[in-house]
């Protein structure tokens, strides 16, 4: 298998995309934060900087705004939607982050997806890193893709 991000040569480069249709595509992401259940806690309504979960979506939307600045390689896409939804789970205890990016376009929002979980996992751990330095940031992955040329994808 050929990777798309290098040339002949093995140079890295941006993938020319100028031929490709543009396509409906959706790529939807996933990522958690563990953390003690007192943390979890005030990550629903005690922390004292004020709102995580509402300040960590705003985050992860900008995040999903950003990538092509941070991704080297990644093209600047006209996003039409991102939604960042985060939601408590006792059972881990943590919250699980879960983003939905979507274009019209011709390439993919996978990474913007997975860009939009990480800066929202990573805003969450600063905004409780005073009650508890030792949270995880796990699972961080792609849940589904659809559109383009290799078609829909849905992990297992």
Not at 12 to 34: F, Y
Not at 106 to 125: D, F, I, P, Q, S
């Amino acid at each position: 298998m050929s990777l798309t991000h290098f040339d002949a040569q093995g140079q890295a480069h941006m993938v020319d995309v100028s031929a490709k249709p543009e396509t409906a595509r959706e790529a939807v992401a996933e990522g958690l934060v563990l953390m003690a259940p007192e943390t979890l806690a005030l990550a629903q309504g005690g922390a004292a900087k004020g709102d995580v979960m509402g300040v960590a979506r705003l985050a992860g939307i900008m995040g999903a705004k950003r990538t092509s600045d941070l991704i080297p390689l990644c093209h600047p896409l006209p996003i039409t939607k991102v939604s960042v939804d985060l939601a408590a789970d006792p059972a881990l205890p943590g919250i699980r982050v879960t983003a939905t990016v979507r274009t019209a376009g011709k390439t993919g929002v996978e990474m913007e997806a997975l860009t939009a979980v990480t800066t929202a996992c990573l805003t969450v751990y600063d905004m409780l890193k005073a009650a508890q330095k030792d949270m995880r940031i796990e699972g961080i992955r792609l849940l589904s893709k659809t559109g383009g040329k290799s078609g829909d994808f849905r992990a297992p």
